[in-house]
């Protein structure tokens, strides 16, 4: 399959290159070419006349719960750890491994609708999650939630084994879910497996001050020094939410190149508090983004998180200069597939994969002209989203989605699923 995007706006989102006026072509899954027009006689299966409209790398949503969209408005107005303890994890324990797969892909049709091409998922089923991904076509990295209820380390080991290497659309990673919900031995049995594989390691990580606090009272170290202590970094990683950071474990991020991921949407609603995104780029930490799970966000809008992100380091920093579009933007593509481990799909070049979307620019909330990067980031919204492709196929486009089933399915089972676990 061959398309060409052409009377194109190109932010490849390389460094040091600035917008321009162009055309790019996909051969199959791959950009074949990046630029400002060429004669050719090629033949194409498709000519996609973009009218001036933006093409950039797709977001990278790099962290999220995907089958969490069961719980979407049932448990909201609580602190993390009452919505954790006494509504999400007893609902979760009903779910099914079918249950997963039908919520997931009504996650991913959110997605889609907000230029997401690729997702960093940590949830339950991931056998399941990985059929979603196949039969959407959706890129999903999940990493491991391993914790003292389950899977067994054994489990985890056997998930990363057979879960890579099966499709370009699906990838498992090591990780466990916080150290609040793991005792000292598992921690240690997860340190000896990535020293084993070689692998990074990814855990949600001082999200809240009492997480922070209990582990203190524990060990006498914060998480991230605890971790660090049991070797987890050795090969990288980093971790989700990072609001309460010393400074010693930003230190630590930045001796071991940890990336740290921000869920500002999610730590607003729950008040878990603001992540000090400036003072991870001071220290030269990459930040990514992600949105959290549908049930604690409750959308899975990037154009929202983005926004919230430069928005709060303004309020916090009381400097409006602070956190500006060009880096959140940044964040949001580059930095999201450097955490999950797609450089591959990092930036619009030739060669690599396509994962791209195209932003509308013919929507009042896009004009006048004056500087496009800023609009998507301080006044786009999902609404901007024209088409979304993911390795080479379009997926959503004009309101239509192209993933092999009617939304309207999706919609009826992922009903049928909360009814009867709320039964």
Same mark, same amino acid.
């Given at each position: 399959m061959k398309i060409r995007f052409y009377n194109a706006r190109i932010l490849t989102m390389a460094d040091g290159e600035d917008m321009f006026e162009g055309e =790019?072509?996909?051969?199959?899954? =791959?950009?074949?070419?990046?630029?400002?027009? &060429?004669?050719?006689?090629?033949? /194409?299966?498709?000519?996609?006349?973009? &009218?001036?409209?933006?093409? =950039?790398?797709?977001?990278?949503?790099?962290?999220?719960?995907?089958?969490?969209?069961?719980m979407r408005s049932y448990a909201d107005d609580l602190p993390l750890q009452e919505w954790l303890n006494e509504k999400i994890f007893p609902m979760e324990a009903k779910m099914s491994g079918e249950d997963c797969y039908e919520l997931s892909k009504l996650a991913v049709l959110?997605?889609?609708?907000? %230029?997401?091409?690729?997702?960093?998922?940590?949830?339950?089923?991931?056998?399941?999650?990985?059929?979603?991904?196949?039969?959407?076509?959706?890129? /999903?990295?999940?990493?491991?939630?391993?914790?003292?209820?389950?899977?067994?380390?054994?489990?985890?080991?056997?998930?990363?084994?057979?879960?890579?290497?099966?499709?370009?659309?699906?990838? /498992?990673?090591?990780?466990?879910?916080?150290?609040?919900?793991?005792?000292?031995?598992?921690?240690?049995?997860?340190?000896?497996?990535?020293?084993?594989?070689?692998?990074?390691?990814?855990?949600?990580?001082?999200?809240?001050?009492?997480?922070?606090? %209990?582990?203190?009272?524990?060990?006498?170290?914060?998480?991230?020094?605890?971790?660090?202590? =049991? %070797?987890?970094?050795?090969?990288?990683?980093?971790?989700?939410?990072?609001?309460? /950071?010393?400074?010693?474990?930003?230190?630590?991020? &930045? &001796?071991?190149?940890?990336?740290?991921v921000t869920n500002p949407g999610s730590n607003t609603k729950l008040a878990s508090g603001i992540c000090p995104v400036y003072k991870y780029m001071d220290a030269g930490i990459p930040v990514a983004i992600g949105t959290d799970g549908p049930s604690s966000n409750n959308c899975l809008d990037m154009f929202r998180e983005m926004f919230l992100v430069t928005g709060l380091a303004k309020l916090e920093t009381q400097d409006a200069a602070a956190v500006d579009a060009m880096q959140v933007l940044k964040m949001a593509t580059v930095n999201g597939a450097k955490a999950m481990g797609l450089t591959d799909a990092d930036v619009l070049k030739e060669g690599k994969e396509a994962d791209i979307v195209m932003i509308d620019l013919h929507q009042p909330n896009m004009q006048p002209l004056n500087n496009i990067a800023k609009n998507i980031v301080y006044s786009g919204s999902k609404q901007n989203v024209k088409l979304t492709m993911v390795h080479g196929r379009i997926l959503y486009e004009d309101g239509e989605y192209h993933i092999g089933e009617d939304p309207e399915d999706i919609y009826r089972k992922s009903n049928e699923i909360i009814k009867r676990l709320t039964a």
């Open positions: =790019l072509h996909v051969t199959d899954n =791959l950009i074949s070419y990046v630029g400002n027009g &060429k004669a050719h006689d090629e033949k /194409f299966d498709r000519e996609i006349d973009c &009218k001036g409209n933006v093409l =950039l790398p797709g977001f990278k949503n790099a962290h999220t719960h995907s089958g969490m969209t069961a959110e997605y889609l609708t907000t %230029g997401v091409t690729a997702v960093f998922d940590m949830y339950l089923a991931p056998y399941d999650i990985a059929r979603c991904a196949v039969d959407t076509g959706m890129k /999903f990295v999940q990493v491991s939630g391993i914790n003292k209820f389950g899977p067994s380390i054994e489990e985890m080991e056997e998930r990363y084994l057979k879960l890579n290497g099966q499709s370009p659309l699906s990838y /498992f990673k090591l990780g466990f879910h916080a150290e609040y919900t793991c005792d000292l031995p598992l921690l240690e049995s997860i340190a000896a497996l990535a020293h084993k594989y070689k692998q990074p390691l990814w855990a949600h990580n001082s999200e809240t001050r009492a997480e922070v606090e %209990g582990c203190i009272e524990r060990y006498g170290k914060t998480p991230t020094e605890l971790m660090d202590s =049991l %070797g987890m970094f050795e090969y990288g990683g980093g971790g989700y939410h990072c609001i309460y /950071f010393t400074e010693h474990d930003i230190e630590i991020f &930045k &001796k071991r190149g940890l990336i740290a």
